[in-house]
């Protein structure tokens, strides 16, 4: 039987008997027709026409019974065996002459859920010891039997047969078929050369282990096909034992390509959601979505965010911020994060005004011109980038950035299954983008009112003042974290801090109240702050009695160029940081009272400090130390030796440090105020 016409049997395993050295043919169901025989058997009865009934297609036979053996042994399932049985075909070219054959017939389940009628036989005409020919009969039938079986339960691609070592032993011509490789080649170990380089070493381990356990072979792995490209592919195999020992492995192997590539769609797309899923931050959860699509789909991957404010359908430079800039090697060198210029006819501008992908492939390290980011174009050259790909980010029907993600060196090309799995797993996260990305609106609205109501510290002659405000990364609305400071009548400096239990707009309606008030009730008199703020605490029951907030009102005094002190009082606020210019810190421990909204009337203590010359004085809220599930005396211990190793730095730069060093939770907004005194 011809080769094509074996495969027109069907997805049946029978092609295993392909190299059996006795005839082997198989009808199905109980017309008993034909569809399949191997060349051994072609060899014996000539070329039949697969698909027609046993009768049909042998009608030329002439031997007694055998019609009535193959509906005996479908019917009952006892094999039959048959010794130098004579036939005839009345048109073979020994037409007329008899000759002799032994088979075995056996029925047998076809993988199509049919029973059948195995034969297996081989011709003993002439000088040949019948004995022998049936036990060598007997012995390929359970051989081939076994293998049949055992391939039953595996979807085939191709089979194959290997030695007890696990070395491949017969040609597979659906190997060859689908891998390019000649038998000369896979034979032995070589069909590992067929494998993807990266799996050779995992499966060849895998492999030996199975064989030396003779467990079931299930692997996936990735082949290498004729035009180059490689395929998953799924290789399950058994071992076949006889009296103990095995005797050979055979398997098949399955293209599993689409399957793949769904199932890792599939993931793929739930680990971008999963990711994105707790961030309220728009660069929290664009960072997410880079550590998802590094390494799976690319090596490098690059976020541009847009300004909101923008015509980008016109073709103008367009002014972006890489906000996200993610590698598969940490270690790796990446462009910095920073603002870019996009020439109005580069591929980033297209993509914005079109919302298309755009995907470029290149020799490793030699992009177009003009295809490289801004910035990057070093960098392309160092990584040997080999391709890119990108890909709009569309939110609430505006690009809100694009997506640039790069292969490097031999790792294959970003191809067009890549970029849709991109724009998939941007749209998938859509929901979350949306909800960060209105956030980050409601945020920039909030932290503007903040600002406003948050005045600007005054010019002292002899002092520097500098102030701080962070708004949360997970809260939109406006907070009731408030600082203040300005000059009283007598020509002292007042500064105050404080937070309003809440973190909503009306928490932010009270903080503006209460900085407001505190502001008049410092300037109507001159009174210790304690005082003050036992007026103010009147005030606050009169206005709500639900109202609560914490308070440090504080008054530095002394002449210019003189010694100068701190009147200060706390209200259930943490303590004032004083640092000395030698790098000493301490925080000033007394006049401790009630948060105010409690208390009523009760008297609020005062106290003095000293503040040495060149010395900072740090107020801020309870954001700067508090870190969930650790004591507030860790932050305030972590607080006071960063302020201390800083003592010389700049003001601002001692504000800014303090922001960016310390790790907090960023749950809870931050307000700072710090004074720098002068030279003595």
């Not at 081939?144 to 011509?173: H, K, M």
């Not at 009695?545 to 259930?572: K, N």
């Not at 106290?607 to 130390?625: E, K």
């Amino acid at each position: 039987m011809r080769e094509a016409e074996a495969r027109t049997a069907g997805d049946l395993p029978l092609d295993v008997f392909d190299p059996a050295p006795v005839g082997v043919a198989a009808f199905s169901g109980p017309d008993h027709r034909l569809i399949y025989m191997n060349y051994a058997y072609q060899q014996i009865v000539g070329e039949r026409r697969l698909g027609e009934p046993a009768r049909a297609a042998f009608q030329d036979i002439d031997q007694e019974g055998y019609f009535d053996l193959l509906d005996q042994v479908y019917r009952t399932g006892r094999c039959v065996n048959l010794r130098e049985s004579p036939f005839r075909f009345g048109d073979h070219p020994l037409g007329g002459q008899e000759r002799y054959a032994s088979a075995s017939l056996s029925r047998i389940s076809l993988a199509n859920g049919e029973d059948g009628v195995l034969i297996m036989a081989v011709e003993v005409s002439g000088n040949v010891e019948c004995t022998k020919s049936i036990g060598s009969v007997a012995e390929e039938r359970s051989r081939f039997l076994q293998r049949y079986q055992s391939l039953l339960q595996i979807e085939t691609q191709a089979i194959w047969v290997s030695d007890p070592d696990g070395r491949v032993v017969e040609p597979s011509p659906g190997w060859q078929r689908f891998t390019g490789q000649s038998w000369r080649e896979l034979r032995g170990m070589g069909w590992l050369d067929a494998l993807h380089p990266d799996d050779r070493a995992p499966v060849m381990d895998r492999w030996t282990k199975t064989v030396e356990l003779l467990s079931r072979w299930d692997a996936v792995y990735r082949l290498r096909t004729p035009d180059g490209s490689y395929r998953h592919v799924r290789a399950r195999g058994v071992p076949i034992v006889e009296d103990g020992q095995v005797v050979e492995w055979v398997g098949a192997f399955t293209d599993i390509e689409q399957e793949w590539q769904e199932e890792r769609h599939r993931r793929l797309l739930d680990e971008a959601a999963a990711a994105t899923a707790d961030l309220a931050d728009l660069n929290d959860v664009l960072a997410a979505l880079s550590e998802v699509i590094v390494p799976a789909v690319s090596d490098g991957c690059g976020i541009y965010l847009l300004p909101d404010i923008a015509d980008k359908s016109d073709p103008l430079p367009v002014f972006t911020e890489r906000v996200v800039n993610t590698v598969r090697d940490k270690g790796s060198t990446r462009p910095p994060l920073r603002t870019e210029r996009f020439a109005p006819e580069s591929d980033f501008a297209r993509v914005i005004r079109t919302r298309q992908p755009v995907c470029l492939t290149f020799p490793p390290g030699m992009p177009p011109p003009g295809a490289a980011p801004p910035g990057a174009e070093e960098w392309f050259v160092t990584m040997q980038v080999n391709s890119m790909a990108l890909v709009p980010v569309v939110v609430d029907g505006v690009v809100a950035a694009v997506v640039i993600a790069t292969v490097w060196q031999d790792r294959e090309p970003l191809s067009a299954v890549d970029v849709d799995l991109l724009s998939r797993m941007l749209d998938h996260a859509h929901t979350h983008l949306s909800n960060a990305m209105r956030f980050q609106r409601t945020q920039r609205v909030a932290l503007a009112l903040q600002n406003y109501l948050l005045p600007d510290p005054p010019q002292v002659p002899g002092l520097e003042i500098a102030a701080r405000y962070r708004a949360s990364a997970t809260a939109a609305e406006i907070g009731g974290d408030w600082y203040d400071s300005f000059v009283s009548p007598d020509g002292s400096t007042i500064l105050t801090i404080g937070d309003v239990v809440g973190h909503d707009l009306g928490a932010a309606v009270t903080m503006s109240q209460l900085r407001n008030m505190l502001r008049g009730l410092a300037m109507d008199r001159l009174e210790p702050p304690g005082d003050i703020l036992r007026r103010l605490n009147i005030a606050i029951e009169l206005l709500d009695e639900e109202d609560t907030a914490t308070c440090i009102l504080a008054r530095l005094e002394g002449p210019v160029g003189g010694d100068r002190w701190l009147r200060y009082s706390v209200a259930g606020h943490p303590p004032p940081l004083l640092v000395t210019h030698e790098g000493e810190a301490r925080y000033l421990e007394q006049a401790v009272n009630l948060l105010l909204g409690v208390g009523y009337d009760m008297p609020r203590t005062s106290a003095v400090a000293a503040l040495p010359a060149r010395s900072t004085l740090l107020l801020y809220t309870d954001g700067l130390v508090e870190v969930p599930g650790e004591h507030l005396d860790e932050g305030l211990e972590r607080l006071r030796q960063a302020a201390a190793s800083m003592a010389r730095e700049p003001l601002d730069s001692f504000c800014d440090k303090l922001l960016t060093r310390l790790p907090m939770a960023r749950k809870d907004d931050i307000a700072m105020i710090a004074v720098r005194l002068p030279c003595a």
